[in-house]
C-alpha cells in the first residue's frame, strides 16, 4: 500500500512540474532537425536531370493506380468521422457532411501541420451548422485519433514483427527488439480489447464523457485504421519503380513509421521528415528513382487533395453567404404580419370603399 501511495505521489509531481507542451515542441523540432540533417547528407550528390528522367519514365499505369488507391484511403477517411459520429451519439449528421468535414479536415490538416488544431476547426465551421458544439467536435477528435492509433499500432506491430529488420535503419535498433517492439504493440491492442469487453467503459468527467466503442465496434475501428493505411502505402508501392525489388510488406512498414514521424513532427506535410525516412529505410532503391516516386506520391496524395479541399471549403463558404444574403432579402422583403409584400391586398378606404 505504501508503494502505491508513493507511486501515485511520484506521479502527481511529475504531472505538476513537466510541461509536457514543452517536452512535446522540443521532440518536434529534434525530429524536424534529424531529418534535415539526413536529408542534406542523402541529397548533397543528388543528379537532378536523374529525378526528371525517372518522373518522365513513370508510366501513366502506375499513376493511376497510385490515384486509385489513394481515392479509396480518402474514402477511408471519411469513415473515421461517420464512426466517431455515430460514438458519440451525433446520427443526425449525414454521412456527406461527414465526409465533407472529414475530407477537408484531413486534406488542409495534413498540408498545414498541427492536424489536431488545423483540422478542428475546419470541423468546427462545419459540424456547427448541424448543432454541434466545441466539446462534441473535442470528443469527435478523441473518437477518430483512437481509431488512427489503433489502426497504426495494428499495422505497425503485424509488420515489424514480420520485418523487424524495416524500421532498423530508421530507429537503429537491433531487429530482435524491434520484433519484441511490434509484439509488444499486438499485446497492446489485444489488452485493450479484453478490457473494453469487461464492461461499458466511459471515459472523461461531468460534461465531458465518451462511452469507448464495446468490441465488435473497436474491432472496425482497427479495420477502418488497416484500410487507410494499407490503401495508402499500397499506392506508395504502385509508383516505385518496378525494377527497384521492394518488398511489400517493408514498403508499407516503411510508409507507417514514416508517417508516424511525420505527424510527431509536425511539420507541414511532414515536408522533410516522411522523405528522410522512406530514403533511409528504402536505400535499395536507386535514390533519384525514390525521390522520383516520393515527388509523384506528394502530388497525389497531397498537392491534389488540397487543392480540392480548398475549393469544396470555399464553394461551401459562397453557398452559405448566398443562402444568408437571400433570406435576410426574404425576410425584409416580409410585412410584419408575415405575408409577403407582393401578396398584400390594396385595403377599402374606410369612408368611400375605394381602394
Known amino acids: 500500500m505504501r508503494i502505491r501511495h508513493r507511486a501515485a505521489a511520484l506521479a502527481r ?15 518536434s523540432l529534434a525530429i524536424i532537425a534529424i531529418a534535415i540533417t539526413t536529408l542534406v547528407r542523402i541529397l548533397h550528390d543528388v ?43 451525433r446520427t443526425h449528421v449525414p454521412y456527406r457532411v461527414a465526409a465533407l468535414a472529414a475530407f477537408t479536415s484531413y486534406s488542409i490538416g495534413h498540408n498545414v501541420g498541427a492536424t489536431v488544431f488545423t483540422g478542428g476547426a475546419i470541423r468546427y465551421r462545419i459540424y456547427s451548422a448541424w448543432g454541434m458544439s466545441v466539446l462534441d467536435v473535442a470528443k469527435m477528435a478523441f473518437v477518430t485519433g483512437l481509431t488512427f492509433w489503433l489502426g497504426n499500432l495494428f499495422v505497425l506491430g503485424v509488420g515489424v514483427s514480420v520485418a523487424p529488420e524495416v524500421p532498423s535503419a530508421v530507429n537503429l535498433l537491433p531487429p530482435l527488439v524491434n520484433r519484441l517492439i511490434g509484439i509488444g504493440m499486438l499485446a497492446a491492442i489485444v489488452l485493450y480489447v479484453v478490457w473494453i469487453a ?21 474491432l472496425v475501428q482497427i479495420v477502418i ?19 527497384s525489388q521492394a518488398e511489400l510488406v517493408a514498403v508499407v512498414v516503411t510508409y507507417v513509421t514514416a508517417s508516424l514521424l511525420a505527424f510527431a513532427s509536425h511539420a507541414p506535410g ?15 532503391i ?15 496524395y497531397y498537392v491534389i487533395p488540397f487543392v480540392l479541399a480548398l475549393s469544396a471549403l470555399g464553394a461551401r463558404e459562397v453557398w452559405l453567404n448566398l443562402a ?5 432579402a426574404e425576410c425584409a422583403a416580409a410585412p410584419r404580419d408575415g405575408r409577403p409584400a407582393q401578396a398584400r391586398k390594396p385595403r377599402p378606404h374606410r369612408a368611400t370603399g375605394e381602394t
Request: hydrophobic fraction near 55%; aromatic fraction near 10%.
Open 286 to 300: 536507386d535514390k533519384e528513382q525514390l525521390i522520383a516516386s516520393l515527388l509523384l506520391f506528394r502530388l497525389l
Open 324 to 328: 444568408a444574403q437571400r433570406a435576410a
Open 270 to 284: 511532414g515536408l522533410g521528415v516522411f522523405d528522410a525516412a522512406m530514403l533511409v529505410a528504402l536505400g535499395q
Open 225 to 243: 485504421g488497416v484500410f487507410d493505411l494499407g490503401l495508402s502505402g499500397l499506392a506508395m508501392y504502385a509508383l516505385l519503380p518496378t525494377d
Open 13 to 27: 509531481v511529475i504531472a505538476a512540474r513537466v510541461n509536457w507542451h514543452h517536452l512535446g515542441v522540443v521532440a
Open 47 to 89: 543528379e537532378f536531370a536523374r529525378i526528371w528522367t525517372a518522373l518522365a519514365a513513370t508510366s501513366a499505369r502506375s499513376i493511376a493506380i497510385a490515384a486509385g488507391f489513394i481515392v479509396a484511403a480518402y474514402g477511408t477517411l471519411t469513415c473515421y468521422d461517420y464512426f466517431a459520429l455515430r460514438t458519440i451519439g
Open 198 to 218: 469487461s464492461g461499458p467503459r466511459v471515459i472523461g468527467r461531468m460534461t465531458w464523457q465518451v462511452t469507448l466503442p464495446n468490441t465488435p465496434l473497436t
